[in-house]
């Protein structure tokens, strides 16, 4: 099976500036999660997608914002873009059969970078 | 919301001595403990796990151990070897139907050769 697989690798953007980003998770997985990690933080939880539906959603303001399709895919927006939102940016992906407790697995992630 | 405390932040070891990494974590409620490996430029891979209906758990040279009533669950990493060298994260998730990962700030292990 393929693995979690995320586009684009690389971005730079200017201050201001919105960007998207995609999540093909592993077939047959209907979870999409996303996480932001940087040096100081670590790795912070954004938002769960499961059945196109946004399922939890972490401590993050609204300019971040995402959707999941009908085959699972994932995308994650943020808007007006701040220096602080430079990070990489992982999405994961999980069966979720019942309730929780299934492993994820990440993508290879995306690395924004703000101007 | 679940908080998750990693010790030590990082970790250096000669080849072939034994790695122990610890996390706490808050929410009693969490029952689901995974452990991942980050290397350089590389996404997190897990590389074990274990459940709260469990002690311990073994997977060749690693080992992961639990403690609920202390809130509290180790890495042990044994014959280190050059290749272990990276950042080792844990997490916790509560069994609330989410699949929502709280993660520790990472241990950094280095294994000199």
């Known amino acids: 099976k393929a693995g979690v697989t995320q586009t684009p690798r690389y971005l730079i953007k200017t201050r201001g500036q919105q960007v998207t980003l995609s999540c093909s998770p592993i077939?047959?997985?209907?979870?999409v999660s996303w996480y932001q990690q940087t040096p100081g933080q670590g790795l912070q939880f954004l938002f769960e997608y499961f059945s196109e539906t946004q399922r939890n959603k972490g401590n993050f303001p609204g300019r971040f914002s995402g959707r999941q399709f009908s085959n699972s895919r994932s995308e994650m927006n943020v808007s007006t873009l701040e220096l602080g939102d430079s990070a990489l940016y992982l999405c994961?992906?999980?069966?979720?059969?019942?309730?929780?407790?299934?492993?994820?697995?990440f993508g290879p992630g995306t690395r924004l970078t703000v101007l | 919301g679940e908080n998750v405390e990693q010790h030590p932040s990082t970790l250096s070891v000669q080849e072939g001595d034994s790695a122990v990494i610890k996390c706490t974590y808050s929410?009693?409620?969490?029952?689901?403990f995974p452990w991942y490996k980050q290397e350089l430029g590389k996404r997190p891979q897990l590389i074990i796990d274990?459940?709260?209906?469990?002690g311990e758990k073994k997977d060749q040279r690693i080992a992961v151990t639990l403690n609920k009533t202390a809130k509290h669950f180790s890495l042990h990493i044994t014959e280190t070897q050059p290749e272990d060298s990276a950042v080792y994260f844990c997490?916790?998730?509560?069994?609330?139907?989410?699949?929502?990962?709280?993660f520790g700030k990472g241990t950094m292990l280095l294994v000199s050769p």
């Open positions: 994961a992906s999980s069966l979720r059969v019942g309730r929780g407790l299934n492993e994820q697995f």
């Open positions: 929410d009693s409620a969490s029952n689901y």
């Open positions: 274990i459940r709260s209906n469990v």
């Open positions: 077939s047959g997985h209907r979870s």
């Open positions: 997490a916790a998730t509560p069994n609330s139907g989410y699949s929502t990962l709280t």
